[in-house]
């Protein structure tokens, strides 16, 4: 039975980035929050992401003409896209919906909705982060981006050009000024396009951890379990249902990342969203490293500085959530990194395979479900770092009702589902 303490408990399922900020933010407005995980917190995907803040990055994979380059990007061995293809016929009907969105109008409109998410992104995560013990892993930086030459940059225009529109103009650094500013880039990178004001994570996964720590110092709790099921009564949430029983609550946050959509098909949202698997590989005690979070336009990859080496983070293959590591994508990112970086040596290697929770519109689903009291804050796709302090800022303010709901109606949770359309 709940009582009327129950009603004014919120459980967060899933300790990434997203529910550790929905969590922290709940607790500080004097919420009693239970956040449930079945791993220790920033285990999932916000472990092993590129760590950038990037605020810039509101222009989805889905662009204008991607429809004609993706099946030679898919045949080319040099190319940063890769397949499963046992799991083609799986993720077709994603695939289909997914590559719809390649056009010039729905690029623009995803682009302004991802800015509210994250044009702001380093104030976010210092609100969240600053004068904490957090705030160690927090670094702001520029965000730049590597290109062959001056004709490499400008077959990006499009990209460039809606940045711009949405007011993130870089600073162009060509010739020999780029290997003055990063002495650690090959001398064929001969143009960088940096955008000031953005920053990056020395340690994603440890920052997470720190944050969590936050959340405990604020009297939250912190439960080891698998979320298997909610209890909705009246359609209303009574409970979220673990594998170690079930945790009343009045309020409850879905964060679970990309393993959201069969809890949000249980609740009746249809969640087309599919893993966009990425790659890392850290070079520990490495000779020489980038100064800021540098993205390889050639290899689509970013290389960034962290506190345990230099971390080289990207790749998209699609293949689902249950294969294991596939030996290609890794091979082609130390392939990378040895032209771009030619000099470097290292002590050894640390290899990572993740999974980017990618929903068909590259938007993510921030919002009520219904009128359950059960929030949505998950499908973050490459930018789930960046976005996911604003994100559990922005549902904690739901369910205190100091946040206006209608600002959230691009990332509706509801809005694939037939009868709400
Ligand atoms: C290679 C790569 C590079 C990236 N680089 C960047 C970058 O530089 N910047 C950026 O902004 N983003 C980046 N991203 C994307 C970013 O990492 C994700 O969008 C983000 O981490 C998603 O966070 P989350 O909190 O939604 O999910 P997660 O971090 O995956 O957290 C979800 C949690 O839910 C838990 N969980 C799942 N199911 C259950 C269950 N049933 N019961 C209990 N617990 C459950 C999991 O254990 C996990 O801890 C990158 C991703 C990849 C793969």
Redesign the pocket.
């Known amino acids: 039975m709940s009582t009327q303490n129950d009603s004014l408990h919120t459980v967060v399922?899933?300790?990434?980035?997203?529910?550790v900020s929905a969590a922290i933010w709940l607790a500080r407005a004097g919420r009693q929050v239970t956040l449930?995980?079945?791993?220790a917190?920033?285990?999932?995907?916000?472990?092993?992401?590129?760590?950038?803040?990037?605020s810039c990055?509101i222009v989805p994979v889905t662009t204008p003409g991607l429809l004609a380059k993706a099946p030679g990007m898919l045949m080319d061995r040099d190319s940063p896209l890769f397949m499963r293809w046992s799991y083609l016929p799986r993720i077709m009907p994603w695939l289909v919906r997914y590559l719809a969105h390649a056009n010039d109008a729905d690029t623009r409109r995803i682009a302004g909705a991802l800015a509210f998410i994250i044009g702001d992104s380093v104030e976010q995560h210092q609100d969240l982060a600053g004068n904490t013990r957090a705030d160690q892993w927090l670094v702001p930086s520029d965000y730049q981006f590597a290109y062959g030459s001056r004709a490499e940059f400008d077959k990006d225009a499009y990209v460039w050009n809606l940045r711009r529109d949405n007011g993130f103009v870089p600073d162009i650094i060509e010739g020999a000024a780029v290997q003055e500013r990063e002495p650690a880039l090959s001398s064929a990178i001969g143009l960088l396009a940096v955008m000031k004001h953005h920053g990056h994570i020395r340690s994603?996964g440890q920052y997470?951890k720190s944050l969590a720590e936050v959340f405990l110092d604020l009297g939250g709790s912190i439960r080891r379990?698998?979320?298997?099921d909610v209890e909705l009564v009246d359609d209303r949430i009574r409970a979220v249902r673990?594998d170690q029983g079930a945790i009343a609550c009045g309020s409850a946050v879905l964060?679970?990342?990309?393993?959201?959509g069969p809890?949000g098909r249980k609740l009746g949202i249809e969640v087309p969203m599919e893993s966009?698997?990425?790659?890392?590989v850290i070079f520990r005690n490495p000779s020489q490293m980038v100064t800021a979070?540098t993205m390889i336009a050639t290899g689509k990859f970013?290389a960034?500085p962290m506190h345990d080496g230099m971390r080289c983070?990207?790749?998209v293959e699609l293949g689902g959530l249950e294969a294991g590591p596939s030996r290609e994508p890794i091979d082609f990112l130390l392939r990378h990194v040895r032209q771009v970086f030619p000099q470097l040596t290292y002590s050894d290697t640390v290899e990572w395979l993740?999974?980017?929770?990618a929903p068909i519109d590259s938007l993510p689903f921030v919002g009520q479900i219904r009128s359950t009291g059960l929030y949505a804050?998950?499908g973050?796709?490459?930018?789930?770092?960046?976005?996911?302090a604003k994100t559990g800022r922005l549902v904690a303010g739901l369910i205190t009702g100091e946040q206006d709901a209608d600002d959230l109606r691009a990332f509706r949770p509801d809005r694939f589902t037939a009868k709400a359309r």
Do not use: C, K, Q
């Open positions: 399922m899933g300790a990434g980035i997203n529910g449930v995980d079945r791993l917190p920033g285990e999932g995907t916000s472990h092993g992401n590129a760590g950038v803040l990037a990055s994603p997470v379990a698998e979320v298997r673990t964060a679970t990342g990309v393993w959201s809890l966009e698997r990425g790659y890392h979070p970013v960034t983070a990207g790749i993740g999974h980017r929770p804050a998950f973050h796709h490459h930018i789930g770092l960046t976005g996911g």
